[in-house]
């Protein structure tokens, strides 16, 4: 079964600008939650979606934001970039069965350099 | 929020045993991840704990003890490819399905 994808791999903007992630899940799977790691904070959540509908997010502001499509598929979105948005951003999926924790896997990310 | 603590680097020596520990906040805690990431490279899951206690598998070991709110990571028989970033993650009940958050991981070298 293929892992999770994540695309770009790598991208380069300028402040102000915006970008577009882009993430698909493991084949079945319906969770899909986002991250932004720095090396100051570690792994940070951002939001999770599932059925198409944001269902958890986290501490980040409105400049950030996610969809996800009917296939899974989920987008996440940065506005008016700052160089503090300069991070990796991880997607990863889950199975989600109701009513219990499902292991999360994770994609190999996009790195994002704001300059 | 829920905080998770544990060290920042640890050192270690190829054949030796290393143990990594990691804390975090009981209320609304569900259950705890271990995963295992190399630079450069995404976190890959090693462990899920729910219930107090010992998981083993293979080289790799995992404890919880839910009423303290403390887990371990035991590694065994290091090995230089083990030199990686270990990433703890509690799992929270949040609105209607559950969160993870993470420690800012231990970044463990492998010396000979």
């Known amino acids: 079964k293929a892992g999770v994808t994540q695309t770009p791999r790598y991208l380069i903007k300028t402040r102000g600008q915006q970008v577009t992630l882009s993430c698909s899940p493991i084949?079945?799977?319906?969770?899909v939650s986002w991250y932004q790691q720095t090396p100051g904070q570690g792994l940070q959540f951002l939001f999770e979606?599932?059925?198409?509908?944001?269902?958890n997010k986290g501490n980040f502001p409105g400049r950030f934001s996610g969809r996800q499509f009917s296939n899974s598929r989920s987008e996440m979105n940065v506005s008016t970039l700052e160089l503090g948005d300069s991070a990796l951003y991880l997607c990863a999926s889950s199975l989600e069965s109701s009513g219990r924790t499902d292991t999360q896997y994770f994609g190999p990310g996009t790195r994002l350099t704001v300059l | 929020g829920q905080n998770i603590d544990q060290p920042t680097e640890m050192t270690a020596t190829e054949g030796a045993i290393v143990q990594i520990n990691c804390t975090y906040q009981t209320s609304g805690f569900n259950g705890l991840f271990w995963y295992q990431q190399h630079a450069g490279e995404a976190p890959t899951f090693l462990s899920y704990n729910v219930l107090d206690g010992l998981e083993e598998k293979g080289r790799f070991s995992s404890f919880l003890s839910r009423s303290k709110g403390y887990s371990y990571l035991l590694l065994k028989e290091l090995q230089m490819k083990d030199s990686a970033s270990y990433l703890c993650?509690?799992?929270?009940?949040?609105?209607?399905?559950?969160?993870?958050?993470f420690g800012k991981g231990t970044k463990l070298s492998v010396i000979p």
């Open positions: 084949s079945g799977h319906r969770s």
């Open positions: 993650a509690g799992s929270y009940s949040g609105a209607g399905s559950y969160q993870l958050t």
């Open positions: 979606y599932f059925s198409e509908t944001q269902r």
